[in-house]
Every structure is written in structure tokens, then in C-alpha cells.
């Protein structure tokens, strides 16, 4: 079965406090892995898209990574304004995307 | 571009009633969805539809109703509320379909049902 797993489910970080955040995952056929970010009250904001395992993208404070079964997204010296639900999702080669349950990241000034 | 639109962005509806959210898009993608958020839940697919004439069921479709009678809007339909229908729904677009496209969200619909 198609799954995605994130941990941790939430995580506080004094400001300027690198971290990672996990997305484990398992799909038959990995078309796509996407990074989200949501603020409380609004929608998903698409941050990423990897497609191949090795592949990585950069946004700002942002660093996603992709292997064969995780990805990693990592925040270098998050500022409060980073505090937001990220998102993780997959797609499989029949187009169904795949959520995580999200991990709530905290930065604390 | 104001991208996916959602409507209305809160509702409260007593159980039994009937309801449509409204979801387009100005973006010309084949592809719409319709989500629903509940915590610890994750975001769970209600149905989908791959261009117009065209919709499925997704893993959560049980009392919802959807048709696409244009590639622009894809309302969602509610047929008798419950209140385990209590949720956060969002709609999402994306170019087409196929594996690896990157889908986009509206901003959210909030539901109580009473």
C-alpha cells in the first residue's frame, strides 16, 4: 500500500536552530515527492517537487533532498516566520497523490 | 491570476441539510480535485476529475456528489450533511494528469455540521 510517514509530528527550534524534517515513504512507481507549506487558516503552499532519488532543491532556508524510500527537507537558521505546517506528498504512476499528516515546525524568536 | 477559488470559506449547516462548495480555476488545468483535511488524518481525497465530463471517486466519497461540466469549475456537493462531515475541504488543480505534475490548492472551505 502507498504510504507517507513524517516525523516528527512537531518540532520547536530557537531561532537561527538548523533542523530536518523527515518524509518516509512508500509507492509503487514514484512519479513525484512534493514539499508543502501551510499556514493555520490557509490552503497548502507548494514549496518542492523531486523526482528522482539524489535530486535536491534549494528555496531560500529551504533544502529538499530525495533518496529511494525519504526525503528530507532542511531548514537552515529558520527564522519565527518559518513556523507553518510542511507537507509532504507522493505520486504513484496513477496519479494519486499520497499525503503525510504534516509536520507543525515552531520557531521561537 | 487569482488561481483556485474556493466558496464560501465558512458554513454551517444543521444535519440532514444540503450544500455546495463551489471550486474554479483559471489556470485552463485539466485536472480538479476535492480534499478534506482533519487532524491527524492527513489530506484525504474525496473525488477527482481528469477534464470535463470526466469524474472519479477517491478514497473518501461517500456523500458527496461531483460533476465537471466545465474545465474551469468543479463544485462539490454535500447531499444530506452529517456531522462526521465536519471538516476543512480544499480544492486542487493541477495542468493535467500523469504522475508528477504538481497540483495547486484553493485556500479552503470550513464546515460544521451542527
Known amino acids: 500500500e502507498d504510504q507517507v510517514t513524517q516525523s516528527p509530528e512537531a518540532l520547536r527550534l530557537q531561532e537561527g536552530e538548523s533542523s530536518s524534517l523527515n518524509c518516509s515513504y512508500t509507492v509503487s512507481g514514484l512519479r513525484g515527492l512534493f514539499w508543502y507549506r501551510q499556514d493555520p487558516g490557509k490552503g497548502p503552499e507548494f514549496l518542492f517537487t523531486?523526482?528522482?532519488a539524489g535530486e535536491e532543491k534549494e528555496k531560500e532556508r529551504l533544502k529538499a533532498t530525495l533518496t529511494k524510500k525519504e526525503s528530507f527537507l532542511h531548514i537552515t537558521a529558520p527564522k519565527p516566520e518559518d513556523s507553518a505546517t510542511y507537507l509532504c506528498a507522493v505520486t504513484n504512476t496513477g496519479n494519486q497523490f499520497y499525503f503525510g499528516t504534516g509536520t507543525s515546525l515552531t520557531v521561537i524568536p | 491570476n487569482a488561481g483556485v477559488t474556493q466558496t464560501p470559506k465558512f458554513q454551517v449547516l444543521k444535519t440532514g441539510q444540503s450544500m455546495t462548495l463551489q471550486c474554479a480555476q483559471d489556470m485552463n488545468h485539466e485536472y480538479m480535485s476535492w480534499y478534506r483535511q482533519d487532524p491527524g488524518m492527513g489530506l484525504r481525497l474525496i473525488h477527482y476529475?481528469?477534464?470535463?465530463?470526466?469524474?472519479d471517486q477517491g478514497e473518501v466519497p461517500n456523500g458527496y456528489n461531483v460533476s465537471r461540466s466545465t474545465t474551469e469549475d468543479f463544485p462539490l456537493r454535500l447531499l444530506s450533511a452529517a456531522p462526521s462531515q465536519t471538516s476543512v475541504y480544499f480544492c486542487a488543480s493541477s495542468y493535467r494528469t500523469g504522475g508528477g505534475n504538481t497540483i495547486y490548492f484553493g485556500e479552503g472551505s470550513w464546515l460544521t455540521v451542527v
Open positions: 523531486l523526482y528522482s
Open positions: 476529475s481528469v477534464g470535463a465530463g470526466i469524474t
